[in-house]
């Protein structure tokens, strides 16, 4: 379970994040939905500790991560797969190399059972046969395929998705989004979904809450809120 | 490799040219093999080396690093609970220290040939004499001195690479300062560090 208790983040006078509260049940993938700009990223790395918060606390099974020492956040971490937007796949390493990485760095499993692992991924994200292609030769939905793939890979309890189907056609939308669907329920992913894009909320979202103005809101009739502010 | 021929060589060439000029007439002439081979393995090869591997390796460093960062590759190195640190900087650091010495003792013999070749064609210094004068002169204090500041170059090197790298924030404007200012720093402290060592070594 994640609980995100009273987290405030400001960047000079901007007030990005204030007072945000809210919690992550097991097996339960949240949204949070909000305009370009609103802190929604912010707010994902702020969980994962890659930015300091300014008060507040994020407690992953118990743990809280700002309290946490370097090597307790790295553990934590392990259980976390972080989509992200621009996907930041190693451009230096084909697809099975990427979403292997993680695998080597932190288990001492051999070769063979690495590939096993990496083919079954490739399948889950429907990438097989692909596996020796280079970030650049994908396409925009592809890589955020393996960028899903990649997070996959160290078999985390939660799954971070930043922004997972902007900029995707439609086709590589829906194809993202049943990916998502299937990782809650096949593989029991609980999680936190970034988007701006109410069709995909409403798809994944167990619970959709709204990010205005620094302030968390839970959402239940979501397209009124959304279109009557 | 090209890189460091084309120096080598024409340091040696130049080197020798230079030295005739000074010396031919008022000491014996395998004083040129001597003089060449104690500047090229103390001074020249190690500081030219390293400030050729400055230019093409701090820059590259820096650049691939710093666009690692604003692509946010880094970011996804700590999600993996992976030390971008060691992950990333460790095996430049170790690269570049196996690297620059032995590029170094290769462009040294690069241009103690070269001269031998001038030496011997131009100013009629056969290659017994001239390997005389490098051979009956030669200190290994000379030859290990150059090298041991060639690890000191390597480590500021590949410090400077990865330190501007990691700096980055922003874009692609913020990539190319980086790997200017990682040239320009590498640069001036090898001079400096040349200084230091040869003060120590050779002081």
């Known amino acids: 379970m994640i609980e995100v208790k009273n987290v405030s983040k400001r960047f000079d006078s901007l007030v990005v994040l204030d007072n945000v509260s809210f919690e992550v049940a097991d097996a339960r993938l949240i949204v949070i939905l909000g305009p370009s700009g609103t802190g929604k990223t912010v707010l994902l790395k702020s969980m994962l500790g890659l930015m300091p918060v300014d008060s507040g606390e994020v407690i992953f099974d118990g743990v809280s991560i700002q309290s946490a020492r370097e090597q307790e956040i790295y553990e934590i971490r392990k259980n976390i797969g972080f989509v992200f937007q621009g996907t930041a796949l190693f451009d230096s390493m084909d697809v099975v190399d990427n979403i292997s990485l993680p695998i080597c760095e932190h288990t001492k499993v051999d070769k063979h059972k690495i590939a096993q692992r990496v083919v079954h991924i490739l399948k889950v994200i429907g990438m097989s046969g692909k596996g020796r292609l280079y970030p650049g030769a994908l396409s925009g939905g592809m890589k955020r395929l393996v960028a899903i793939g990649r997070a996959l890979a160290l078999d985390p309890k939660y799954l971070f998705y930043d922004e997972p189907t902007t900029g995707l056609d439609p086709i590589m939308r829906d194809r993202v989004v049943d990916l998502m669907i299937e990782l809650k329920k096949n593989y029991a992913k609980s999680g936190i979904v970034v988007t701006h894009d109410l069709d995909t909320a409403k798809a994944v979202g167990d619970e959709i809450y709204m990010l205005k103005k620094g302030k968390i809101n839970k959402l239940d009739k979501i397209r009124k809120e959304v279109y009557d502010g | ?203």
């Open chain 2, 1 to 203: 490799m090209p890189i460091i021929v084309v120096i080598a060589t024409f340091t040696g060439l130049v080197s020798t040219v230079q030295t005739s000029y000074q010396l031919i007439g008022t000491v014996p002439r395998y004083i040129v093999g001597t003089t060449l081979g104690r500047m090229v393995m103390i001074e020249l090869g190690p500081i030219l080396t390293a400030l050729m591997v400055s230019g093409r390796c701090a820059s590259s460093m820096a650049a691939e690093i710093g666009t690692m960062r604003v692509t946010e590759q880094i970011d996804a190195l700590e999600t993996m609970a992976i030390d971008p640190y060691r992950f990333l900087n460790l095996p430049r650091i170790a690269g570049t220290f196996i690297a620059l010495p032995i590029l170094t003792v290769f462009a040294e013999l690069v241009a103690l040939l070269c001269g031998a070749v001038y030496a011997h064609y131009f100013l009629g210094i056969p290659f017994s004499l001239f390997n005389y004068g490098i051979t009956h002169y030669f200190y290994a204090r000379d030859f290990f001195g150059g090298l041991a500041k060639s690890l000191f170059f390597a480590l500021v090197i590949a410090s400077s690479g990865c330190y501007f790298g990691f700096k980055v924030h922003g874009g692609a404007r913020e990539v190319g300062k980086a790997a200017t200012y990682a040239v320009v720093t590498s640069s001036i402290l090898i001079l400096v560090l040349d200084f230091l060592v040869a003060l120590v070594i050779f002081g």
